[in-house]
């Protein structure tokens, strides 16, 4: 039995159960003259058997769907006499017999693949009869045994609402565990990076020529690893972006909060929110074709001499990206604040652009610095804009008219290519990625403090 067709009948049966839980809660409040007679409402029962029925075997499927082809790999190879020691050789011997399983193979069949790809079907359909076999009894029993265990008396809210807890906090611990993973991998690769190269000099180097050679008598062996022109590549084209998107965008929202009509927002909120659903390669060709063309042109006709590919132009077109961004957000946040407060601002006399600068900005600011903070990760993370409209080239400098490149461009960058995986160039790319997650760090730690001060003055 296949894994989807295995999954239905369990949902179906989960279902079964839960009507026949709350039709059996049902019948016994009626006969006990009530709901009120019951320790829980009969929706309560219903949910009681569900879980009994499907969490376990779910859980179980779960399981043997994430160790099942492990095992069936270990087993296949562990039968044949003669396989490769080295771990790339055993999987492409492994890859040669699933091939041959699936009718698939190109080339010559062996006797030993043959009768290892025989061996692995058999494997497959008895795991899968096994699966389905166990799954399903699994769910039919605990499902008897949730219903032999009704009565009146069974609080069955209390377990039920226990059970969901703990649903709900293994999933906020996987997300934690995640991010902690996350980290504990770029860190433990970035301490190799920096095993290789002094953290002194790529955080203070003012040179970035990570190209390392691939043998031992090619020019060039040692790169030079000085994050600072990526750094201020960065900070230069987000600031850029984020001079563009936070005014725009705030001042749209309390335009659309404030004083637009129903009319208007109807209109004019949907097509604002339409610039977040194009792609990010789209503003990257808008960026490449016309806005530094028309950059460059507009800086040599007042004499200066601008690149074709400019930090202004990314910055620009980024920030028009990030305007819904910026919008929507403070739009949601500005329309949460209580309607008791302009009432109150208003009858003492204050005028509506009183209103809105005095209470309820203010009142609405923890929100707008959290729409702000997002903006920023997401301009802080942009690549595509950056490579058709910044370029590569890492240059220092305050110059925005010449081209930049940011620590995302050169993450992409350094993780392409036929360099080894181990090679300090290919290393760098976690260093990059580590100081990225401190820099966010740090911006989150800064935007908690502005809205703990704000917040403590309007609660």
Same mark, same amino acid.
């Given at each position: 039995m296949q894994t989807p067709t295995l999954l239905a009948l369990l949902l179906l049966l989960i279902l079964v159960v839960y009507g026949t839980g709350f039709s059996r809660a049902l019948g016994a409040a009626r006969s006990l003259g009530g709901v009120r007679n019951l320790a829980s409402l009969p929706s309560y029962y219903g949910l009681f058997a569900a879980l009994w029925c499907g969490l376990p075997a779910l859980l179980l499927l779960g399981a043997w769907i994430a160790f099942d082809d492990a095992i069936i790999r270990t087993m296949v190879l562990g039968s044949l006499p003669d396989k490769p020691e080295t771990p790339s050789g055993q999987n492409l011997l492994y890859a040669q017999i699933q091939n041959l399983s699936a009718g698939h193979l190109i080339g010559e069949k062996t006797p030993q693949l043959q009768s290892a790809a025989d061996y692995l079907n058999r494997l497959?359909?008895? =795991?899968?009869?096994? !699966?389905?076999?166990?799954?399903?009894?699994?769910?039919?029993?605990?499902?008897?045994?949730?219903?032999?265990?009704?009565?009146?008396?069974?609080?069955?809210?209390?377990? @039920?609402?226990? @059970?969901?807890?703990?649903?709900?906090?293994?999933?906020?611990?996987?997300?934690?565990?995640?991010?902690?993973?996350?980290?504990? +991998?770029?860190?433990?690769?970035?301490?190799?990076?920096? !095993? =290789?190269?002094?953290?002194?000099?790529?955080?203070?180097? #003012?040179?970035? +020529?990570?190209?390392?050679?691939?043998r031992a008598d090619q020019v060039g062996s040692s790169g030079a690893f000085g994050a600072v022109p990526l750094f201020t590549g960065t900070l230069m084209v987000s600031a850029i972006a984020m001079f563009v998107a936070v005014p725009v965008g705030l001042m749209a929202a309390i335009y659309l909060a404030e004083y637009a009509s129903r009319r208007v927002r109807a209109v004019a909120k949907p097509t604002l929110e339409i610039l977040a659903g194009v792609p990010t390669v789209v503003y990257g060709f808008f960026a490449a074709?016309?806005?530094?063309?028309?950059?460059?042109?507009?800086?040599?006709?007042?004499? #200066?001499?601008?690149? +074709?590919? +400019?930090?202004?132009?990314?910055?620009?077109?980024?920030?028009?990206?990030?305007?819904?961004?910026?919008?929507?957000?403070? *739009? *949601?946040?500005?329309?949460?604040?209580? !309607?008791?407060?302009?009432?109150?601002?208003?009858?003492?006399?204050?005028?509506?652009?009183?209103?809105?600068?005095?209470v309820v900005i203010p009142a609405a600011l923890p929100g707008i610095v959290g729409g702000v903070l997002l903006a920023v990760s997401r301009a802080i993370g942009e690549t595509m804009i950056v490579v058709m409209a910044a370029g590569l080239a890492a240059n220092l400098t305050a110059n925005p008219l010449e081209s930049v490149t940011t620590v995302t461009v050169q993450i992409v960058t350094l993780l392409v290519g036929d360099q080894e995986f181990d090679s300090p160039k290919t290393l760098a790319a976690f260093a990059l990625g580590l100081m990225l997650f401190v820099t966010t760090l740090v911006l989150n730690f800064i935007a908690l403090h502005v809205v703990k001060k704000y917040r403590e003055q309007y609660e």
């Open positions: 497959r359909r008895n =795991s899968s009869n096994l !699966q389905a076999f166990l799954s399903l009894t699994l769910a039919v029993g605990l499902a008897a045994f949730a219903l032999l265990r009704f009565s009146p008396k069974l609080c069955a809210r209390e377990k @039920v609402e226990k @059970v969901l807890r703990a649903i709900l906090i293994a999933c906020a611990c996987a997300a934690i565990f995640t991010t902690v993973g996350i980290l504990l +991998s770029v860190l433990f690769e970035s301490l190799r990076f920096f !095993q =290789s190269v002094p953290v002194s000099e790529f955080l203070f180097g #003012l040179h970035w +020529s990570p190209q390392m050679a691939l074709l016309t806005v530094a063309p028309f950059i460059r042109d507009l800086a040599t006709s007042i004499g #200066l001499q601008a690149s +074709s590919e +400019s930090a202004l132009a990314a910055g620009l077109v980024m920030g028009i990206m990030i305007i819904p961004f910026v919008s929507s957000l403070s *739009d *949601d946040v500005i329309n949460a604040v209580p !309607q008791s407060l302009r009432d109150g601002a208003l009858g003492l006399g204050s005028t509506r652009s009183e209103t809105v600068r005095k």
